[in-house]
T-cell receptor, first 117, second 112 residues
Framework: EAGVTQFPSHSVIEKGQTVTLRCDPI?????LYWYRRVMGKEIKFLLH????????ESGMPNNRFLAERTGGTYSTLKVQPAELEDSGVYFC???????????????FGPGTRLTVL | LAKTTQPISMDSYEGQEVNITCSHNNIATNDYITWYQQFPSQGPRFIIQ???TKVTNEVASLFIPADRKSSTLSLPRVSLSDTAVYYC?????????????FGKGTTLSVSS
């Protein structure tokens, strides 16, 4: 069974440019999460999809970040315009349990390393 | 949200058993204890979860005393490939119950 995949693995852009990150969850997983780690900090939650609906986007830092999950399959996270502080590693995870995640395993992708110059 | 305390780093040699202890004095009755492992350039990976006593799988064992205020992740006979960051998560969900909350983890370095 294929795991969570993310594309690209690494992106280097200049401040003010736009970048779109993609995540393909494990097939059949309704729950999809985005997290990120900025330099020297802990991994932080960004948002959670259940199928195509945003269940919780309380972790999104500002309106320069836009996440979509059309059709409830893959998801994209667009940063527009990118700022220096957006640099970090963006992780996507998916899980199966549609309910509370207290015992549900989240499967993480390898991450996309974003560097904003 | 139960606060966890674990060592920042640990060093070990190949073939040794490594025990990483996590303190969680404020654990709630319905909280599970979950450990994730993260290799460099990869995302975190679930390794084990337990509620009480002992849980064992092909990767590790998790020991939880009766008061559940701490837990110990045990890695038998570590190899170089076990070098990673290990996260202890207890009740580590945001208010909506939808996301994991990670701390700094324990960086385990295994050398030959």
């Amino acid at each position: 069974e294929a795991g969570v995949t993310q594309f690209p693995s690494h992106s280097v852009i200049e401040k003010g440019q736009t970048v779109t990150l993609r995540c393909d969850p494990i097939s059949g997983h309704d729950n999809l999460y985005w997290y990120r780690r900025v330099m020297g900090k802990e991994i932080k939650f960004l948002l959670h999809f259940v199928k195509e609906s945003k269940q919780d986007e309380s972790g999104m830092p500002n309106n320069r970040f836009l996440a979509e999950r059309t059709g409830g399959t893959y998801s994209t996270l667009k940063v527009q315009p990118a700022e220096l502080e957006d640099s970090g590693v963006y992780f996507c995870a998916s899980s199966q349990d549609p309910g509370r995640v207290s015992t549900d395993t989240q499967y993480f992708g390898p991450g996309t390393r974003l560097t904003v110059l | 949200l139960a606060k966890t305390t674990q060592p920042i780093s640990m060093d070990s040699y190949e073939g040794q058993e490594v025990n990483i202890t996590c303190s969680h004095n404020n654990i709630a009755t319905n909280d599970y204890i979950t450990w994730y492992q993260q290799f460099p350039s990869q995302g975190p990976r679930f390794i084990i979860q337990g509620y009480k006593t002992k849980v064992t799988n092909e990767v590790a064992s998790l020991f939880i005393p009766a008061d559940r205020k701490s837990s110990t992740l045990s890695l038998p006979r570590v190899s170089l490939s076990d070098t990673a960051v290990y996260y202890c998560l207890v009740g580590a969900f945001n208010q909506a119950g939808t996301a994991l909350i990670f701390g700094k983890g324990t960086t385990l370095s295994v050398s030959s």
